[in-house]
């Protein structure tokens, strides 16, 4: 049985609502949140030693329950990845055993699906952005890249940059060098190459000459 040590005890930035306990285990350092009635019912003060049970027994009795319902509360607001939720979790002050194991149950119980998270990420984007940036944003996301591989497999820039481009030209005197570069730099930002961006653009000024 290991001994540990609660080596800090201090507020959050939400001091009223809990504390954030720092417990030494070996040369690792593991930080959770309880509120004040916790601390006294578990008689968690900063310095006290004692063995690893108190630990599991806080674990078992509070901290898994708190971060399942953590998790029920983000997701109820809006959809997260497994690495995102993940991240919030950890940011909240979990345990990185705990956040795993919080993370697993939600995809467990279908609450998290990254190919469904990245197919309406997809869906919701595809009009505004290039693949290639959406590709980007998922995997920022932590999303596999062989899931946006296999959706993004049919989809193609081509009318999306062609719609934005002509969107974005209207009433824009493409003649004005100032104005074509504003426009150069919006669908560059989309993440559009600077090719495929040079040829549409030079399409839309030819058809605006023959229609002159």
Request: glycine content about 4%.
């Given at each position: ?5 609660i080596?800090?005890?201090f507020?959050?930035r939400?001091?009223?609502?809990f ?15 309880l509120?004040p009635?916790e601390?006294?019912k ?8 004692c063995?690893d049970?108190l ?5 078992k009795?509070v901290l898994?329950k ?5 998790c029920g509360y983000l ?7 497994e690495?995102?939720l993940?991240?919030?979790l950890?940011?909240?002050?979990y345990p990185?055993?705990?956040a795993?194991?919080?993370v697993l149950k939600m995809k467990d119980l279908s609450y998290?699906?990254?190919?469904d998270f ?9 009009a505004?952005?290039?693949?290639k940036?959406i590709?980007k ?6 999303v596999?890249k062989?899931i946006t ?6 989809d ?14 209207r009433g824009?005197?493409?003649s004005d060098v100032?104005?074509?570069n504003?426009v ?7 993440g559009f190459?600077?090719?495929?961006v040079s040829a549409?653009?030079?399409k839309i ?5 023959r229609?002159a």
């Amino acid at each position: 049985m290991q001994v540990l040590k609660i080596s800090r005890v201090f507020g959050s930035r939400k001091e009223k609502y809990f504390a954030l306990i720092y417990l030494d285990k070996s040369a690792e350092e593991t930080c959770f949140p309880l509120y004040p009635s916790e601390l006294k019912k578990y008689g968690i003060t900063e310095g006290l030693e004692c063995d690893d049970s108190l630990y599991y027994k806080i674990e078992k009795e509070v901290l898994k329950k708190r971060i399942l319902a953590r998790c029920g509360y983000l997701l109820a607001k809006c959809p997260y990845t497994e690495k995102e939720l993940k991240d919030k979790l950890l940011k909240d002050h979990y345990p990185a055993k705990l956040a795993d194991m919080a993370v697993l149950k939600m995809k467990d119980l279908s609450y998290i699906d990254d190919e469904d998270f990245a197919s309406r990420y997809i869906e919701l984007n595809k009009a505004k952005k290039s693949m290639k940036l959406i590709r980007k944003e998922l995997e920022q996301k932590g999303v596999d890249k062989s899931i946006t591989d296999e959706i993004c497999a049919d989809d193609s820039d081509e009318e999306t940059l062609s719609a934005l481009a002509n969107k974005k030209c209207r009433g824009v005197d493409l003649s004005d060098v100032k104005q074509k570069n504003r426009v150069y730099r919006f669908l560059l930002s989309r993440g559009f190459s600077f090719e495929a961006v040079s040829a549409i653009l030079e399409k839309i000024i030819g058809q605006s000459e023959r229609e002159a």
